[in-house]
């Protein structure tokens, strides 16, 4: 099955700065990378998503990158601000209209003002 | 207003006593699904259903039952609990065709 692997685990930037997660997945066939955060003591919320069709989605301070031949995906968070202190999660589908997601182990992104 | 709600949102019980969470969705979607999140090991997929009176087993599905006999709900259910088992809950739901899961807002579960 498909298994995906997300670095780092934890993530300390400056107000301002960029922060960068990076996932891979194993599974050739997966077509559906969604990014989920969720806060604390709340339920995870989708926040962009991309297709393997496509190689770059960016939604204002948000932007997910693709890379299908090397199989690894990216978020990219602009101008952090103290509210993106959350967990991110990415996630991959196992392709061929399969609806079942395979999750990252979760990224904990600290802000400090 | 379209959501998915999951009863009880807390519940500590002890070994061996059966238990159902429940999870139900106003948004007509075919597939649901629910998760369990354990620290450090993120979201990982319990038993999911394509739609009424079809489901399948995920990746940890060990001491879980689920059922599917209306379209909106899709309870959880523990024959004999057991304290591997105390974790957090979550169900989601989606539409076919669609890509977005929608979850629930979690079930804090503790087995003594």
């Known amino acids: 099955g498909e298994n995906v692997e997300q670095h780092p685990s934890t993530l300390s930037v400056q107000e301002g700065d960029s922060a960068v997660i990076k996932c891979t997945y194993s599974?050739?066939?997966?077509?559906?990378f969604p990014w989920y955060k969720q806060e604390l003591g709340k339920r995870p919320q989708l926040i962009i998503d991309i297709r393997s069709n496509v190689g770059e989605k960016k939604d204002q301070r948000i932007a997910v990158t693709l890379n299908k031949t090397a199989k690894h995906f990216s978020l990219h968070i602009t101008e952090t601000q103290p509210e993106d202190s959350a967990v991110y999660f990415c996630?991959?589908?196992?392709?061929?209209?399969?609806?079942?997601?395979?999750f990252g182990k979760g990224t904990k992104l600290s802000v400090i003002p | 207003e379209a959501q998915v709600t999951q009863n009880p949102r807390y519940l500590i019980t002890v070994t061996g006593k059966k238990l159902t969470v429940t999870c139900s969705q106003n948004?007509?979607?075919?597939?649901m699904s629910w998760y369990r999140q354990d620290p450090g090991l993120g979201l990982r997929q319990i038993y999911y259903s394509m739609n009424v009176e079809v489901t399948d087993k995920g990746d940890v599905p060990e001491g879980y039952k689920v059922s599917r006999k209306e379209k909106r709900n899709f309870p959880l259910i523990l024959e004999s609990p057991s304290p591997n088992q105390t974790s957090l809950y979550f169900c989601?739901?989606?539409?076919?065709?669609?890509?977005?899961?929608?979850f629930g807002p979690g079930t804090r579960l503790t087995v003594l």
């Open positions: 599974d050739s066939a997966s077509n559906y």
């Open positions: 996630a991959a589908d196992s392709g061929a209209g399969s609806y079942q997601l395979t």
């Open positions: 989601a739901s989606k539409r076919t065709g669609l890509n977005q899961q929608f």
């Open positions: 948004m007509n979607h075919e597939y």
